[in-house]
């Protein structure tokens, strides 16, 4: 034999043997091991030791704390979890939520008890206890007060004795919770002031709102579960602002300024100096927005110190943010100018200084240098995928701190002069660095790539156009590790597609479930655009899709298709789809409105009439359905029952309190009755999502469905 192709046979059978040696990901391993087994190495938990450069994180599965210093990165080991439970006569299994109260002590809850313990003397102390049943616990900043939740009243635990701050009997009247269903960035309902002289909080009244009835089958007989659920142009809840004040006793409360009392009240905070409450009140059509000013000791209006329309919608997020502890001047998000931005204002509603002017969104402040001249904050640069860290002083110098591409998690040091910056890319599992304020970085962690040894296919990022033909879209194609370009391939679409949401990122397997990777292994491509509608392209490139959803966003679909025919490998006779929320919405919209397009599609909690969606989300995109006939009519997925034609299976939890079953179940209704065979899935008592083991029952659902029907 020619010694050449001994050669190359030789390589082949290397080759070959080199890749069967490659282990393989199960399915369970997609589903669960991600961020487990696979998971990179970072530095877990980390934190910045107040007061100083100093940090910790843990490791050991949470139950050593580390500590380590900007200077000198080399980690000892300090305290762990049976120091503490010795001390405290805990059972503490990790140090999961452990706060810091100062620099040398430690803030941890068991049972309902909350401890602190000194990191230095090793000893421990009690600092409070809440009933059983207490929710929405918080502490004032020196963690000397707690304000907590029972049912629908807020309650204060002072000196270890239990002030009742509201006394509702009506249990539709809900103080101290979070409200309007945690849209415009609301996430609690208690706001301490800085110096602690007050406690203001939300109070929602749902009198009026309908009772929405959900079924706890675990009962003998089954028993409905009644939860409040304002649909969309249906009565919603009304909003108040109550601001306790501990050295009388005394609550005062403030009411939308409008007088409208379905307005929304977001985005609540308090100024430095803890006289004032500075609050985002918005109309309930969502296009007009004041950002106004209360006094704190009689709840009167000051003054309005901005406005803001906009004929499609104002989505307030982020509260005011104030760069100095001396000075009322505070920093505002806004998407006035199509992308973005921060922009400083004094206490008079005065502008001072637009301070960014990017043609890219700014997402969060990281916090300020403790002069409060220099603003750090995360944005995704130029290209959409990247999240990247900037700063930008007062006078809108910006620079950017991270050089390296990919998505970033920064904190910053109390005294301003470091950050700790943890990212991903593309070929980066993770890597940890700390920066200083030159902007020198230096790395203490870089983690292994823990797919090595096993047949991990790839992913391309690309770029395609929009249905508009002007607008980029970035598209992700996974293929197998053994990927053979003269084959044909049967393709999984996986999508989204709706608002506040993007599936393709600049981090390690670009933004992807593991579990589409095995998919890949099977002898699929898997496939992905962010269409028009989806976040982090400015407000133009989102709002396309404003009374009419599902249009856009279908037709830029549409055009990944186009894609993925025109390449030689792609079967275009055996696509599939699956999406869940509204990526079920747009999987239903796909196999109805273009039935010839997909062979297959799954859809999880779908969307299928926005009538029956909640006001805030629902109404910011589609008005009222009285305003919006039109728009809600051709959205509404129902309405095309007659035209399926592919296999079609809907999945469902049974106890979902975002999308309700009535949304799937009318579906089906609408089938039987257009004569249309479809497949039904329920997950008992599951809400939104299914999770915890039972989410490997539902992959496996989803995908054999998909490869069973899509030959």
């Known amino acids: 034999m020619n010694k050449k192709w001994i050669a190359i046979g030789g390589f082949l059978l290397a080759f070959g043997f080199a890749q069967a040696q490659l282990k393989s990901i199960t399915l369970e391993d997609g589903v669960l091991q991600q961020n487990r087994k696979f998971g990179a190495d970072r530095l877990t938990g980390f934190q910045w030791i107040p007061g100083t450069t100093d940090y910790v994180y843990y490791a050991n599965t949470w139950s050593k704390m580390m500590k ?103 249990k539709g009247i809900v103080s101290g919770q979070s409200i309007s269903r945690n849209e415009f960035g609301i996430s609690g309902g208690i706001f301490w002031a800085p110096n602690s002289s007050y ?80 609050v985002a009140e918005l109309n309930r059509g969502q296009n007009n927005m004041n950002l106004n000013v209360y006094d704190a000791a009689t709840g009167n209006f000051v003054r309005t110190l901005l406005n803001e329309t906009n004929e499609r ?8 943010f104030f760069p100095s502890a001396k000075s009322n001047n505070f920093v505002w998000f806004s998407e006035k100018d199509g992308f973005q931005n921060l922009y400083y204002y004094d206490f008079n509603g005065k502008l001072i200084k637009q301070l960014t002017q990017n043609k890219f969104p700014a997402r969060e402040i990281i916090g300020a240098n403790p002069e409060g001249t220099e603003i750090y904050f995360k944005a ?35 005294d301003g002069t470091y950050l700790f910056d943890e990212y991903s890319n593309h070929s980066t599992p993770s890597k940890s660095v700390i920066i200083d304020k030159k902007g020198n970085a230096d790395v203490v962690l870089t983690s292994k790539n823990k797919y090595e040894g096993y047949a991990l296919g790839t992913a391309e990022i690309k770029t395609i156009k929009a249905a ?10 996974i293929k197998p590790s053994n990927f053979d370009p003269t084959k044909k391939y049967p393709v999984l679409v996986y999508v989204y597609g709706g608002p506040h949401a993007q599936m393709i ?15 890949a292994e099977q002898g699929y491509l898997v496939f992905t655009v962010d269409n028009r509608g989806s976040d982090n392209r400015g407000f133009a490139f989102e709002s396309v899709i404003h009374r009419n959803l599902g249009n856009n966003e279908i037709d830029d679909q549409l055009k990944g298709v186009d894609y993925l025919k025109s390449l030689p490998f792609v079967d275009g006779n055996r696509l599939a789809v699956h999406g869940w929320s509204f990526g079920g919405f747009m999987t239903t919209s796909l196999l109805l409105r273009k039935p010839d397009v997909f062979k297959v599609g799954v859809a999880g909690g779908p969307v299928i009439d926005w009538k029956w969606y909640e006001v805030m989300y629902g109404e910011r995109y589609m008005d009222t359905p009285e305003e919006n006939p039109q728009g809600f009519e051709t959205a509404c997925v129902s309405n095309y029952a007659k035209d399926l034609k592919g296999k079609l299976l809907l999945i469902h939890g049974t106890s979902d309190d975002v999308v309700v079953e009535q949304h799937n179940l009318s579906l089906v209704k609408k089938l039987v009755e257009a004569g249309k065979q479809a497949d039904y899935f329920p997950y008992p008592m599951h809400k939104h999502n299914v999770t915890g083991k039972d989410r490997v029952h539902l992959m496996k659902k989803v995908l054999d469905y998909v490869m069973e029907n899509n030959k």
Request: charged fraction near 20%.
């Open 68 to 170: 380590a210093s900007a200077a000198n990165p080399e980690a000892k080991e300090w305290i762990t979890l049976a120091d503490i439970n010795k001390t405290l006569g805990t059972k503490l299994t990790n140090f999961f939520g452990v706060q810091w109260i100062d620099g040398s002590h430690l803030l941890l809850t068991e049972g309902g008890k909350y401890y602190s313990f000194d990191v230095n003397t090793k000893i421990g102390t009690t600092l409070s206890s809440v009933p059983e049943s207490a929710d929405n616990t918080t502490f004032n900043d020196s963690k000397s007060l707690l304000a907590y939740t029972k049912d629908n009243n807020l309650y204060l635990k002072k000196s270890e004795q239990e002030i009742a701050i509201t006394q509702e009997s009506n």
């Open 380 to 414: 995704t640069g130029e290209n959409g995928t990247n999240m990247l860290v900037y700063k930008v002083d007062l006078k809108g110098k910006q620079t950017l701190v991270t050089k390296d591409q990919g998505v970033h998690t920064a904190y910053l040091s109390t």
């Open 313 to 320: 919608w104002v989505e307030p997020e982020h509260e005011a």
């Open 505 to 519: 990122t600049n981090s390690y397997l670009d933004g992807a479930n593991l579990w589409m990777y095995w998919m």
């Open 199 to 278: 406690l203001a909080f939300y109070q929602k009244d749902e009198s009026q709102v309908a009772d929405y009835p959900l079924l706890d089958i675990t009962k003998t007989p089954g028993q409905l579960v009644n939860i409040k659920y304002p649909m969309a142009g249906q009565p919603s809840e009304k909003v108040r602002v109550g601001i306790y004040h501990l050295a009388t006793g005394k609550t005062v409360f403030i009411s939308p300024k409008s007088g409208a009392a379905d307005d929304y009240m977001t985005n609540l905070c308090w100024t430095p100096d803890s006289k004032y409450i500075v």
């Open 468 to 477: 508009d033909g002007v607008t980029d879209l970035y598209t992700r194609l």
